[in-house]
């Protein structure tokens, strides 16, 4: 139950994937692809990061970003937790969207910047959904590609880790259909993608913040976890299901108030956006929480389990 650490910093470029839930759709149609972007615009805004590059797939999407502050969970925070509520809100459902946590890619840009820009975009090739690339609409290529700029990316920022024309990137990405390389069979400890230098300093960083707690988020999620998995660590505490939590109506179920107590603790969610995940109001959340500290300073075993359930977030 232990979770990996993530390495959080500052002119650090990452390769993100994320997928939905149990492999699901989570773009049904066009409005739910634009929509994303423009909560991937939102983001940008927000926590002022670049945009390299882009695939958002039926049931999964990819990013290359590079943050300017050590905040990359709080990004991916923002961005899933704002399309779950949008996506449960449209369809009156409630529940997860996206399946666990992110994963998170380190990238050496001067080594594979071209390379995963190139593996992002042959997406729906490989899927064989298309056969020319340019011809996926939820993707970045054409911005690169085509005289319509793409305002999503920092194409001039870009230019940084690669200098081709137009047509010689158009080439560069063709070339692999036939040719397919994996970027990440070069992956170290599951996180990093670059040169020895390259990973010995990243990991030299990692030790110095879990051992200094550089970082502001001591024992709690601070965004590098979601509801999700809140939901998921109560429903194995207490031996029931993920759906049976939330969708518990009538007399909520003890491990459905302790998700809820837990979400407001450990996220930097409102109490609306809490309750657009479970199917309740934002009232309801904030009664449950307090339900769940009344009952903990009573009762010693439901304060040892939530300190337990606290712990597998612990950084």
Not at 3 to 21: A, F, K, M
């Amino acid at each position: 139950m232990a979770r990996p650490y993530r390495l959080q910093l500052e002119d650090c470029l990452y390769h993100i994937i994320s997928r939905g839930d149990d492999r699901k759709k989570i773009f049904i149609n066009r409005y739910d692809y634009e929509k994303f972007l423009e909560y991937l615009q939102l983001a940008k805004d927000k926590y002022k990061f670049y945009l390299y590059a882009y695939c958002l797939m039926p049931n999964h999407y990819h990013l290359l970003i590079e943050t300017t502050q050590p905040n990359l969970s709080r990004i991916m925070q923002y961005i899933n937790a704002s399309y779950t509520i949008y996506y449960n809100t449209k369809r009156r459902r409630c529940g997860h969207v996206f399946q666990g946590r992110y994963k998170s890619i380190v990238v050496e840009g001067d080594s594979y910047f071209l390379e995963l820009s190139r593996y992002i975009h042959l997406n729906p090739v490989r899927a064989k959904m298309i056969t020319d690339p340019s011809g996926y609409k939820w993707s970045s290529y054409r911005g690169y590609i085509k005289k319509k700029s793409d305002e999503h990316i920092d194409k001039e920022y870009a230019r940084r880790y690669f200098d081709m024309s137009v047509k010689q990137y158009q080439n560069f990405v063709l070339e692999g259909i036939n040719n397919q390389k994996n970027p990440f069979k070069d992956i170290y400890v599951g996180f990093i993608l670059g040169k020895t230098k390259f990973i010995k300093d990243k990991l030299k960083r990692l030790k110095g913040q879990i051992e200094g707690r550089e970082v502001s988020y001591k024992k709690r999620i601070s965004g590098s976890s979601d509801i999700d998995s809140i939901v998921r660590a109560a429903a194995q505490k207490y031996g029931q299901k993920v759906d049976d939590i939330y969708k518990a109506k009538r007399k909520p179920l003890l491990s459905k108030k302790i998700a809820l107590y837990l979400s407001k603790r450990l996220t930097g969610l409102t109490n609306r956006e809490i309750g657009e995940f479970f199917g309740i109001g934002h009232s309801a959340v904030s009664k449950a929480a307090m339900d769940i500290l009344k009952l903990a300073e009573k009762d010693k075993v439901i304060k040892k389990e939530i300190e337990e359930l606290i712990s597998h977030f612990e950084v």
